[in-house]
């Protein structure tokens, strides 16, 4: 009895702690998703098709949005968006070109090169009938702890773009962001390279365990092992958006409200244990967004505005 009775005692304190939760509803694209009278108009290039030799056998698209205050003059700051197919798409859920022209014009984002890029293809030439869907090196890529995908975009994709535009190396001025596995795939760059990266646009993180190998030897970590990291290693200089929905997917990988709550408490419980102990040095900075949404792009783009102001906010 005693066991059932705590069994009990802990479900309602997690259905407190639920519905004390703020989760906003009647959520609608807004004006920053569309183009404004007045806002001189960037330009987005692409799609290219690039090899990559960092993850092997792989091809995959890019486009590269240009806003039109760029002019070479300096080094200009940096998004980079995964999943780039869908985070284009101009009458799609995401529309990330078109919320940075807004946000641009607005001062409310520095003067910023996007790049969009999508998983890689594991084949010779990227596939036109592939469309918005997933190109199938994705799990692998995105969903992966290791540090390939970040040696991949740092030492191979930034050099590349880096060739016609100049870019800033100041990591604080360098933003990455994602939905889904892109969410884990933008965290896992700034995990490992905070020298590089330090802003991140987490949306319906998929920090589940999807990248799990417990029979590979050594055992590859998944997404649900981010928890225990960021409780016990030392503190990253990361400023984090994390956006999900209480509808969001449970299956077999994990539960990823609940995932992406384990993220933020242990977020929470490393900054307060380095205060409390003094620790010298960094604390994550981050704010969360709860919606009622549904494992889609549709409440990541809409909260898309808030975010990016959020990210750059000084």
């Not at 949005?65 to 002019?71: G, I, K, S």
């Not at 641009?104 to 996007?114: D, H, L, N, Q, S």
């Not at 981050?286 to 990541?300: A, F, I, Q, V």
Request: aromatic share 10%; glycine share 8%.
């Amino acid at each position: 009895m005693k066991i059932a009775s705590m069994i009990l005692l802990l479900c309602m304190t997690c259905y407190v702690t639920y519905a004390q939760m703020e989760i906003r509803t009647g959520l609608e694209l807004t004006a920053d998703h569309f183009p404004q009278d007045g806002v001189p108009r960037g330009s987005l290039k692409g799609p290219f098709e690039f090899h990559s030799k960092i993850i092997e056998g792989t091809v995959r698209q890019y486009w590269i949005f240009v806003p039109a205050q760029y002019d070479g003059s300096k080094p200009a700051s940096v998004l980079v968006f995964q999943d780039g197919n869908r985070a284009t798409k101009p009458d799609g859920s995401l529309r990330v070109p078109q919320v940075m022209e807004n946000l641009i014009a607005k001062g409310e984002m520095p003067v910023t090169i996007g790049i969009f890029i999508t998983p890689g293809n594991r084949s010779d030439s990227y596939p036109d009938s592939l469309g918005t869907r997933n190109p199938n090196n994705r799990a692998q890529e995105y969903d992966a702890l290791s540090d390939r995908y970040s040696r991949f975009l740092i030492e191979e994709m930034l050099p590349e773009v880096a060739r016609q535009y100049r870019l800033t190396d100041d990591p604080e001025e360098r933003a990455i962001g994602g939905t889904s596995s892109g969410a884990i795939a933008a965290f896992t760059v700034a995990w490992h390279r905070p020298d590089m990266f330090r802003k991140v646009f987490s949306a319906i993180g998929s920090y589940v365990s999807i990248g799990f190998r417990p029979d590979e030897d050594p055992i590859k970590l998944g997404g649900q092992d981010y928890p225990a990291l960021i409780r016990r290693e030392p503190i990253r200089p990361m400023k984090i958006f994390i956006q999900d929905g209480s509808n969001d997917l449970s299956n077999r990988w994990g539960n990823w409200f609940l995932a992406n709550q384990q993220m933020v408490s242990a977020m929470q419980y490393a900054n307060t244990n380095a205060d409390n102990e003094n620790t010298a040095g960094a604390r994550y900075q981050y704010t969360t967004l709860w919606t009622d949404g549904e494992h889609s792009d549709k409440h990541p783009g809409m909260v898309l505005p808030e975010g990016l102001k959020w990210l750059w906010a000084k």
